[in-house]
């Protein structure tokens, strides 16, 4: 410790005869502090390591000082390698690029080359984009990670064009991490090579490349995004491509002319191709859009008919829950009133300008219309959103009904889990908890519950 200190202390001194911000620097005091840290860098305890290394961060500033500690970086052992890339990148000065390039070029270990790539994207200039994606093509996934991190913080237009050139030619894996990256990247000049990958005939590539075009696409391009709904396998693939075209489009201000892009796209498409877009309409919402979903729910065709369900009850919000409660009791196929049903009670807890009351209103008229404990047990798992002691009054009846109990329990101890809301209505909070712990079969429910009851905290494990 007296050793590091009296080590600071002589390079206060030094740093002082130093002065780098005026005119003319005395240049001996430069370069011997310059060496002094130099000296510090190649020290064998890690403490005095540290202390050169927060004077490369911090002090001796210029490219010529910058040049002499990266130009270390070769006589160093890995871990202080490693040690010294991080400081030059903090240190922000690109002067040490020329080394880092040179020693990548020696192909170092894992950790450094790792250290040395995440240098690159602070210090790095779009030239060594090359250099990146050399290493995303073939290293370690450690390696690649480091890779892809910097190439998309190296600045410039002309690394998203080499990354978007890249996308022709590179198999399936790295199609999908160069989508990944032109998105983080906000790459728009790249749009032209997404949109044909769109239709790729490699499911991840279609789904990555769907994923970017709701980040970056825009209304001119939904005919684009309509032809990857298409390419979609029906299920979770046609489903996340269609929330793809709702993000687009929902960036248009006006919410009532959201629908017109795809309107437009879809007169170009044939019957069949519009019935497979019809559900992507109708997660967008609005008049035109509604129009032209009843027009389909009014023909006795079936599959023509059931297109117009389906679009029906993605419907973004709680505006078409009075014709979602008549199609759920009066559609004449069971599956379609089915549908409906489940529809009505996902929108019935949408947060918008309905009061909490007004929703839980809506939950309980979906309720009524149950006729199976799959869909009992659907409403109380959406009840949840509503944070009121109302719900919890709502939901304590089903922990006495076997086939919902489960499901009660699991909304009653969410509910439980925010505080304000458990506090202010402890007596009856603590009467259901002691309920939960008394019925339910999950061991982490029954825990939850007891912490509740003792207002002590529980943070929900990540997945």
């Known amino acids: 410790m007296v050793i590091r200190v009296s080590l600071s202390c002589m390079l206060c001194l030094i740093s002082a005869g130093a002065d780098l911000s005026r005119p003319h620097v005395d240049d001996a005091a430069d370069s011997e502090l310059v060496q002094m840290v130099v000296t510090l860098l190649h020290d064998t305890d890690k403490d005095i390591r540290a202390l050169g290394l927060e004077q490369v961060r911090t002090a001796t500033k210029g490219p010529s000082a910058t040049q002499q500690f990266a130009a270390e970086l070769p006589k160093l052992p890995g871990e202080a390698q490693v040690a010294l890339l991080s ?58 990670e480091a890779a892809r991190a910097s190439l998309v913080r190296l600045p ?25 990256v032109l998105t983080a990247r906000r ?15 490699d ?28 390419a979609a396998e029906p299920g ?11 993000s687009v489009c929902s960036r248009i201000a006006d ?64 505006s078409i829950a009075p014709r979602l409660l008549e199609l759920a009791t009066q559609d004449p196929h069971p599956d379609h009133q089915i549908k409906a049903l489940r ?9 918008d300008e309905r009061t909490d009351d007004e929703r839980l209103g809506l939950l309980r008229a979906a309720l009524e219309v149950c006729t199976r404990d799959s869909e009992r047990n659907l409403v109380l798992q959406r009840a949840q959103a509503i944070r009121t002691p109302d719900t919890l ?15 009660a329990c699991q909304s009653v101890v969410e509910l439980a889990h925010h505080r304000a809301l458990r506090e202010a209505h402890k007596a009856e909070f603590d009467q259901a908890l002691d309920k939960v712990i008394q019925i339910s079969g999950d061991a982490t429910l029954i825990d939850r519950a007891q912490r509740y009851k003792k207002n002590q905290t529980w943070v929900r494990e990540r997945p």
């Open 255 to 318: 919410a009532n002319r959201r629908a017109e892009p795809v309107l437009a796209a879809m007169q170009e498409l044939s019957d069949a191709q519009r019935l497979n877009v019809l559900p992507a309409l109708g997660r967008v919402g609005g008049p035109a859009a509604l129009q032209a979903i009843e027009a389909a729910i009014g023909q006795a065709q079936h599959d023509v008919h059931d297109a117009g369900i389906r679009a029906l009850c993605n419907w973004p919000d709680a």
């Open 87 to 144: 400081a030059l990148a903090d240190r922000g000065d690109a002067a040490a690029r020329p080394a880092i390039i040179d020693l990548l070029a020696t192909r170092p270990d894992e950790p450094v080359t790792r250290a040395a790539l995440a240098a690159l994207g602070f210090l790095g200039e779009p030239a060594d984009a090359a250099v990146l994606l050399h290493w995303l093509r073939d290293g370690a996934p450690a390696v690649q």
């Open 187 to 201: 790459a728009l000049n790249t749009l032209p090579q997404l949109l044909p990958l769109a239709v790729a005939a």
């Open 393 to 407: 009054r709502f939901l304590l009846p089903f922990l006495d009904q076997p086939a919902c109990a489960q499901q």
């Open 343 to 351: 529809a009505l009670i996902r929108v019935a807890v949408v947060a």
């Open 236 to 246: 979770r693939e046609r489903e996340t491509a269609e929330k793809a075209v709702l």
């Open 203 to 230: 499911a991840s590539v279609r789904g990555a490349a769907m994923a970017a075009l709701g980040q970056l696409a825009g209304p001119e391009h939904i005919p684009g995004l309509l032809q990857g709904v298409l």
């Open 156 to 180: 410039g237009d002309a690394v998203s064009a080499l990354l978007g050139a890249e996308l022709d030619q590179a198999p399936a894996a790295l199609q999908v991490i160069l989508l990944e």
